[in-house]
């Protein structure tokens, strides 16, 4: 079955050290997307990407950054630099450029030891 | 980008018709109007999409009146397993290239027994 994949479920990350969440897609999309999400809150953009090798900054890119080297991946690397990571990271793809309906991952948990 | 407005949360019993209405004022000639559902440590999952008047499929309805300033989810007879958050989100369809889409807080959904 085609689907995103996120990986691992849950993370948890050490003061100071980058931590990278994986995505990937069988679902020959153009479109990826990284959301956060705070509990009882909505979803923010992070980061999102058109095509291969290339990628744009969401409303909340501080602290995170993103490659898109393969059609299918588009990994998230939360930095050092993010001094409040705890959340709920989901992933998304469309077809096109915003076109609906975005498809989801499953989401990765992660924590600050 | 069109802004939606909807209730933070809704209660219900097993069997009923829910309605859940979501206000867009400022929606756009391009835009749709699309719902998603998200069950805890879930990404969100497409719903139903509409442009004008009445859309169904087996999950759902959506009325969209003729002004398009809001629209309702109707979900028949709902069970335990409809408690969720609902997000209703207006975007146009890919061609103005200008992004984005907004997951706002949702309501969240209660179903009691």
Known sequence: DGGITQSPKYLFRKEGQNVTLSCEQNLNHDAMYWYRQDPGQGLRLIYYSQIVNDFQKGDIAEGYSVSREKKESFPLTVTSAQKNPTAFYLCASTPGYWTQPQHFGDGTRLSIL | ?113
């Open chain 2, 1 to 113: 980008l069109a802004k939606t407005t909807q209730p933070i949360s809704m209660d219900s019993y097993e069997g009923q018709e829910v309605n859940i209405t979501c206000s867009h004022n400022n929606i756009a000639t391009n835009d749709y109007i699309t719902w998603y559902q998200q069950f805890p440590s879930q990404g969100p999952r497409f719903i139903i999409q509409g442009y004008k008047t009445k859309v169904t499929n087996e999950v759902a309805s959506l009325f969209i009146p003729a002004d398009r300033k809001s629209s309702t989810l109707s979900l028949p007879r709902v069970s335990l397993s409809d408690t969720a958050v609902y997000y209703c989100l207006v975007g146009d369809d890919g061609s103005s290239n200008t992004g984005k889409l907004i997951f706002g807080q949702g309501t969240t959904l209660q179903v009691k027994p």
